[in-house]
């Protein structure tokens, strides 16, 4: 099992000085650093782009680019992110295009690569891909927004794709984003998940030192 990783979400950060919000992710001695990718189509919001991840490496961030894109058509976009910086590329299931198409280029640019799936959509939409992925993103809540609540009915997903993790010897990492808080890491972990998206809860903890600690122990 892989050890419990914390991915804070750069969308909870100050976008009028993302770098600082980096730096204060690297400080706490974290390697990973979620961003979120919108287009306005495949979720009704919009955040940033390629450009965005570029200036943060010129800015000095070794972080481990976790980018999480939810765009309607990401196959157009895999080689733009690759360049810019981003160290895992993951990509949804519910727009047409070809997927294992895709997360092959993304690990032929060398990158890491993902698949994620939306609250509504079953696992079994991504079984036949879990030989081709290094992580797999189960959204725990519909994806557009930060600071939602945590949906619970997620957690028999999560035991399914860990099951057939464990069934096929598999490595990928599984990973949850949305409404994650340390009450619900834990029985996100307890279901099989390692890697936590944290937006709202980790940028607005008290003391985010023990935030860190409390994740790392679980
Ligand atoms: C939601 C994004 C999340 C978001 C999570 O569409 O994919 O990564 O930043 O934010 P919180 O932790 O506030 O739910
Ligand atoms: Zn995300």
């Known amino acids: ?128 891909l879990l030989e081709l992925v290094d992580l797999v993103l189960v959204m725990t809540v519909q994806p557009g927004f930060g600071g939602q609540s945590f949906r619970p009915e997620m957690l028999p997903k999560l035991r399914q794709i860990d099951a057939w993790r464990r069934e096929r010897n598999l490595t990928f990492r599984l990973e949850v984003d949305g409404g994650i808080d340390l009450v619900h890491a834990a029985e996100c972990r307890a279901a099989g998940a390692d890697t936590f998206v944290a937006g709202t809860s980790f940028f607005r903890a008290t003391d985010q030192a023990a935030y860190v600690a409390a994740i790392a122990r679980l």
């Not at 690297?26 to 782009?49: I, K, R, Y």
């Open 1 to 128: 099992m892989h050890p419990a990783l914390l991915a804070p979400s750069l969308l909870a950060g100050d976008h009028a000085n993302l770098a600082s919000s980096a730096q204060r992710v690297a400080a706490l001695g974290l390697t990973w650093l979620h961003l979120d990718l919108m287009d306005g189509h495949f979720v009704p919001n919009l955040t940033f782009g390629p450009e965005t991840l570029a200036a943060l490496r010129r800015a000095g961030s070794t972080l481990f680019f976790d980018t999480h894109l939810m765009l309607s058509e990401p196959h157009r976009y895999i080689e733009a992110f690759a360049k810019a910086g981003a160290n895992l590329i993951s990509i949804h299931i519910e727009p047409a295009y070809d997927h294992a198409a895709t997360l092959a280029r993304i690990r032929s640019l060398g990158c890491q690569n993902g698949i994620v799936l939306n609250p509504g959509t079953p696992a079994t939409a991504i079984e036949p």
